[in-house]
Every structure is written in C-alpha cells, then in structure tokens.
C-alpha cells in the first residue's frame, strides 16, 4: 500500500517527535497544519486550536483563565497535532488520563483529500464514531489534522511532589514514579489536603527528570508487572517507571542497550515503542500487530493509495 | 436459540419506539457460544443484533433485516477483580450496578453510572458509550474502559486494547466502545474502578429562575471547582418527583441544583463553600448540605426517581438526549419552552447541566389523536436549536434509528463517509446490526454528491 516516494506526504508539527514510529522517506512532501487558537470559552472548558500550536501556546492561555489540559508533553514545543498523532501520554495520566481522553473534535484531511470532523465540540457526545480516539496515536497515517478541540478543566489550587517507600494506598495521587529506590509522587489539590497527604514523606524540588539519551523508548507493560519488568532492565539502561499505569521510560547510550530493553518488556508481557535513536531498521513494537487486517482495513479506508506517512507505523513494517 | 413467536415478539424492540422483527433470539453463555452464533447467523446470510437489558432508548437494539438477536444477559458473571490493579473482568451482561456493588467492600467502584443503572448492562453501557450524573469529573465509559474481548462480524473472537496501556496501533477499543453493536459483540470487558472518595457533600441549590440555576453552573466552574456532579431539574418535574418520593425539593422553586464534590475532606469543604458563595450570589432561595448520608440518597433518590415520577402526569413520555455548550444552557432551555408551547405539550427539563447534557421530556398521551406527529416534529426542532447553538444530536444515549436520518444536520457527505469507512473497516458485510448509527447513503458511492452551491 505504500505509495511512491515522491507522493509520500509527511504531516509534521514541531518535530519533537520524529523519530517514533520511524520517519517516513526522504523527499516526502512535509505539510503544516494551521496554527493558533480558534476559539476559548472558559466556562465551556474547551479549547479548539489550529493543529500546529504548541502546547506551551495553549497552556499559557488556559494558564491565565486557571485551567489547564494535562497533556504534559516532554517537551513544550510540541505542537497539539504532533502529541494527538503519537499518542504518547504525560506523566500526570493517573489522575488526568491518556491522551485520547481529552480530545473532543478533531477535522483532518485524510490521504484522499477529504476534510473530516470527528467527534463534537462539547464536553460530552456520543454522536456518531469516535473519529477522535482512532486519530490519537495513528502517526500521521490516516489524516493531517487541521484543528483540535481539547477538553480543559480547572487547574489544582496547589501541587507537590514527594518522595515515599510506597504511596500505593494514597488518595489519586497524580504520577507515581520510581526509579528503582524510591519513588516521587505527586499530590494535586487544595493546599491543606495536599499537606495531610504529605505527612511523613519528605518533600521533593520538582517533578524527577525522564531519562533522556540518543536512544529512548518507552516500555509498556501491565501496572502489576512494571516492577518486575524494571528490575530486569541492563545496567547501561536508564529508567523511570510510572507506577500504576505501566509505563517504563528508559534510555541507552547505544541502540543494542535500547534494544536490551525491548527484550525486557517481551518477557514481561509487553513491548516498547522507539522514540529516539535506535536502529532505523527496526521500528516496530516488536510483536506481531494485533488485529493487523482490521487495522490495514482502516489505514487504506482513510489513504487509499497510501501517501501518509509511507512506512511510519503501526503499519510500516507489517 | 428459539423462534418460538413469543420470544420473537418480546425481543422485536428495546426501549425506544421503533419497533423490528428477528428470525431468532438466542442466549449465549460465553464467548465461544457468541461466535458460534454469528456464525450461525452469517452461514445462512443473516445479520446479528446484540442486546443487553433492552434499556436503550434510541433503538440501537431493535432487530432490522431479519436478524439473529444475540441476548447477553445470560452472561452476566464478574469473572476477576483485582484490587491491587483497580481493574475487573467482566461479562458483558452484568448490570451496571451490580458491578459497583460487588467490588463496594473493596473501597472501589465503577464511575458510569446512567439513570437505568439498576437495569442496564456493562455490554449495553460499552456499546452506547453510556454517561450518567457522575460522569462529569471522570468521563464517560470510554474512559473506563481498558480492553474489550469481542466477536467480530466474520466470527472472530479477538482482544481491542488491554491491560497493558497503550495497545500497538490504531486504538480498536476506542473506536469499538460506543460503536452500539455495529463492530461486533463485546464478550468480556476490563473496566478500570476508582476508589471511593473518602469524603462526599451533596448540596441542593434552589432558585427562583432556570437562568438563575444556570448561571450557577456556569459560576462554578469558573470558581474553578469541577464537581463530581451537577444536576438541574426544572419546576414542573421538581414538584412532580416531590409528589412522586418527598426528597426535600423545595415545590415552589422554579429551579433546583443538585450538586456533589467528592475526594479529600478539606478540598471538599473549600468546594462546597465556593458553590454556595456562587449560588447565592445568583440569588439562590436555598442551600443545604446534606447532612448524613440518609439525606444524600434521599437527595440522589429524587433525581434518579424523575421518570417514574413522570407517571403521575401523563402515561407517556418522550425522552430526549442533547448536548449544548455549557455556555449556552440558558437560551437553548428558553428554545426547548417555547417549541414545546407551540406544539401544544407540556416538556420538563432534568439534565447534567455540568456537561450541558439536556434531558427534555415531553410528556403526552397517546391516546390522542395526532400528538405523536407533535411530539415528534418537538423532537427534531428541540434537536435543532441544540445543534443550532454549537451542540450535539447525542451525548449519551446514542444515535441508533432514533437519530440516524438527522446525522446529517451534523456532518457533512464527507464526515459521515469516513464514519462508514471506519464501521466497514471492522465489518466489510454489514451483518454487525445493520441499519444503525449511519443513514443509508452515507457511502459516497451510494449517493449522488451534488455541487456545491445547487439548488435541489
């Protein structure tokens, strides 16, 4: 289904991400989409935004009503087209869910030149199907998104991290990291919560760093087996796992180091997705894709002759 | 499976109006059985229909092309819970409540919670997508949803996402839940639970003005406070549920709130001040905290009583499901009165107004002649001046046949051509309950596409 090089077409925002899921060919034609806020109420709490903004943009925005939209991508450069296209959640997704959770309405041209709305700009809506869930993660390959609409929500009166043995039976703390001594959570809320909750563990400065390095992934595994999964990564891989969701950031100095991790999260159940460095020739999951007919079904629904994003995943390599 | 004419009868519709005919019910007890149906089903060229309860009301379960009814409410067993995890297995024909109930020891409980949550299953919830009041801080099921074990149309039986977060690819379950049965059947589904808050206040706000109680939520938000609920009811179904339960509700209010903040115990007290500073800045008449927990659920007892109450004004009603911008509650309200007067019913509001979830109810009496007509032409006008104002045809009911032929008053040719791309993605015949969600010529080939510009 791939499409010849000089059709391929290659959405790109910020570039904050290029490297997940493979980079389509050279000489692919590199599109923009719009950029800047095209409509902000407040008391609706939604946001709907040319797809090139970038998240710094709309949490300044929201920032100066006292809202926010916990999208938390690693960098702040990263356009809202670029994050809803890789799917790749924040930190803060125990307590303000995945990325897809807070997107509305999305319109993108798919790979026949259609433009599409998904989805609705209200808070709620069942209207039709969920276009905007099959769009977060797709990596460019069904769509260029023009323009999102984001659910926003009021922004905590107050946030601290800190570190503890175990804050497992904590009330919704908002991230749970651990790097293999301690963990750091963080409490969202009112202060006077916030200092309850606190009792007995020792503040933290600020949110622990991710690893960072010329290769990184992130490990998926289930909750119940992140500990395990970690525990087993080399020495020469650096880490940070989200307890209660399964998420394993790590990092290498060398791609076989980074591949060494891929080889982990099999045993445990899981697989990870390459999201710097690594080799060029081997970008998948590294497991078979699930349901791979239904999903080839889609991909050549919405780009027939397969000009998004040639050979990027969750197909490329399939 | 049986094709005795009764069971036939008994399961030609769910709780919409629509009324279809099956060639067969059957009562499958796992997921093999489910597929071994479909497959029954598809040999001799027929379409499959699932159905849980039967509570749906937009008809997403009413047979069409002589299909196979696949019943799940013989499967109905939690079959895991783990605590640890927050997450359990289920059947797709446990009630909704049910769940909630069977891990309450735990500390933990399942967030969607529609108004026929005594009666409604898990599968039915998956397939609408359900809401309820408490949906309003934590989302729909999609939300609650972390993997889904499904029969597809060709009679495989497959997992769509998974414990493990993030599944490869496209995100199946996401496009699956709310897909009202034209996917596939959901066979077993991985529902995350959350933890009981450790505190909860649940306050009733009075007003003399809808656009008093309106402006309240529109208050509250920009307070900055999300509540775990926000609920209003209009006069006329304030006194009705009054009659109908004794819940407190003051019966010369032209409006009341109810509202709940949850979690931890000062953030709750913070919250339930600011609502009440905001709502008597708009002039409330009333404000009460409840003060134990026998008064919260007399409290909640009320609102989720609102269409048994109904009863006691007409034998019918018609129950309509829309969404507005939060912003817009007040005008669009005003739009829903008068429509309704000028078709000669009597219409009574009770909503998620946090979400801008409308309710309308018109209530009748079928016995009269024509009103059906009203009801119906009411309907689509008060659906109109929801989408006129920025809203949507559904936010938790689903379209099914109720609201099938007005998808297009939302989207374009081309929208609606990508939604049939999608839907055929999963099932390339068409046999996954036919004749839903999209209106026939919803395919770009099926229709002429006219110009832009033409008159027709």
């Known amino acids: 289904m791939t499409g010849p ?26 599109v923009r989409a719009p950029a800047g806020v095209i409509a902000y109420e407040p008391a609706d709490m939604t946001i709907t935004v040319g797809a090139a903004t970038t998240f710094d943009e709309v949490d300044g925005i929201l920032a100066e009503h006292g809202q926010e939209c916990a999208l938390d991508p690693r960098s702040r450069a990263a356009t809202i087209g670029g994050i809803l296209a890789c799917g790749l959640s924040g930190v803060r997704r125990l307590r303000h869910g995945p990325v897809r959770d807070h997107v509305l309405e999305v319109r ?5 030149g259609r433009m599409v709305k998904g989805g609705g700009p209200t808070v709620k809506n069942v209207t039709g199907y969920d276009l905007p869930r099959l769009f977060v993660g797709s990596l460019g390959t069904i769509g260029v998104l023009h323009q999102a609409t984001l659910r926003c929500r009021p922004r905590f009166a107050g946030a601290r991290w800190f570190t503890a043995s175990d804050a497992s039976g904590a009330y919704r703390p908002s991230a749970r990291l651990w790097d293999g001594d301690r963990e750091t959570v963080l409490f969202e809320g009112v202060p006077a919560d916030i200092e309850v909750q606190g009792r007995g563990l020792q503040p933290a400065a600020a949110a622990p760093a991710l690893p960072e390095g ?13 500990v395990a999964c970690a525990r087993a990564l080399a020495a020469d891989v650096r880490w940070c796992a989200e307890l209660g969701i399964g998420t394993i950031h790590v990092a290498a100095d060398s791609a076989p180091a980074l591949l060494s991790a891929r080889t982990a999260a099999h045993a445990h159940g899981g697989w990870m997705l390459r999201e710097a460095g690594g080799p060029t020739d081997d970008d998948g999951y590294g497991i078979p894709l699930p349901n791979a007919p239904v999903m080839r079904r889609i991909k050549e629904a919405f780009d027939p002759a397969g000009n998004l994003n040639p050979g990027r995943l969750p197909l490329g390599t399939s | 499976m049986s094709a005795e004419p009764l069971e036939l009868a008994l399961y030609a519709r769910d709780a919409g109006v629509a009324v279809g005919q099956a060639v067969a019910v059957c009562f499958p007890r796992s997921g093999e059985e489910v597929a071994a149906a479909v497959g029954v089903a598809r040999r001799h060229g027929r379409p499959f229909v699932a159905r849980g309860s039967g509570t749906g009301l937009a008809g997403g379960a009413t047979p069409l092309d002589d299909p196979v ?13 783990d605590a640890d995890a927050r997450v359990a297995w289920v059947e797709p024909g446990v009630l909704n409540l049910d769940l909630s109930r069977a891990v309450g020891h735990l500390g933990l409980h399942y967030a969607p919670d529609p108004s026929s949550q005594q009666a409604c299953t898990i599968g039915g919830n998956v397939g609408t997508n359900a809401g309820g009041p408490h949906c309003l801080a934590d989302g729909v099921t999609s939300a609650h949803v972390l993997a889904v074990d499904v029969v597809l149309a060709d009679g495989t039986l497959t997992r769509l996402g998974g414990l493990v977060p993030d599944a490869p690819g496209y995100d199946l379950r996401g496009c699956f839940v709310g897909s009202e049965g034209t996917m596939g059947i959901a066979t077993r589904i991985a529902v995350r639970l959350m933890p009981d808050p450790p505190s909860v206040a649940t306050m009733l706000c009075a007003f003399d003005s809808v656009e008093a109680a309106a402006a309240t939520v529109s208050g509250i938000i920009a307070a900055g406070v999300l509540p775990a609920a926000l609920e209003m009811m209009d006069a006329r179904i304030t006194r009705a549920v009054e009659d109908f339960v004794g819940a407190g509700y003051p019966r010369d209010a032209e409006a009341v709130l109810l509202a709940e903040v ?72 005003r739009r829903v009165y008068e429509i309704a007067e000028q078709h000669d019913l009597i219409v009574m509001n009770v909503f998620h107004a946090g979400d801008g979830n409308l309710h309308p109810l018109l209530v009748f009496d079928r016995r009269e002649p024509g009103v059906w007509d009203r009801v119906y032409s009411a309907g689509t006008e008060i659906l109109d001046a929801c989408l006129e104002a920025g809203g949507v045809l559904t936010g938790e009911h689903g379209v099914g046949m109720e609201k099938r032929d007005l998808m297009p008053r939302m989207f374009t040719v081309d929208d609606l051509d990508a939604q049939a791309r999608l839907r055929d993605a999963f099932d390339p015949d068409g046999a996954a309950n036919p004749q839903k969600v999209l209106p026939r010529g919803s395919r770009c080939g099926e229709m002429q596409r006219v110009p832009e510009g033409a008159w027709i």
């Open chain 1, 5 to 30: 090089a000089n059709r391929a077409i290659a959405p790109i925002g910020a570039g904050t991400h290029w490297a997940v899921g493979g980079p389509p060919p050279a000489g692919a034609t590199e």
């Open chain 1, 108 to 112: 993108f041209e798919t790979g026949d």
């Open chain 1, 214 to 226: 010329e290769h990184r992934g992130r490990i998926s595994v289930a909750p119940g087996r992140v």
């Open chain 2, 69 to 81: 009814v696949i019943v799940t409410t013989q499967m109905n067993r939690v079959l895991e819970v």
């Open chain 2, 262 to 333: 949850d979690g931890l115990e000062h953030g709750v007290a913070e919250h339930v001040d600011a609502i009440s500073s905001v709502a008597r800045a708009n002039g409330a008449t009333l404000v009460r905290v409840a003060a134990d927990d026998s008064e919260r659920a007399l409290l909640w007892k009320g609102r989720k009583s609102a269409f048994g109450a109904i009863a006691r004004i007409a034998p019918d009603y018609y129950l309509h499901d829309a969404v507005v911008p939060r912003t817009k509650l007040v005008a669009v309200l």
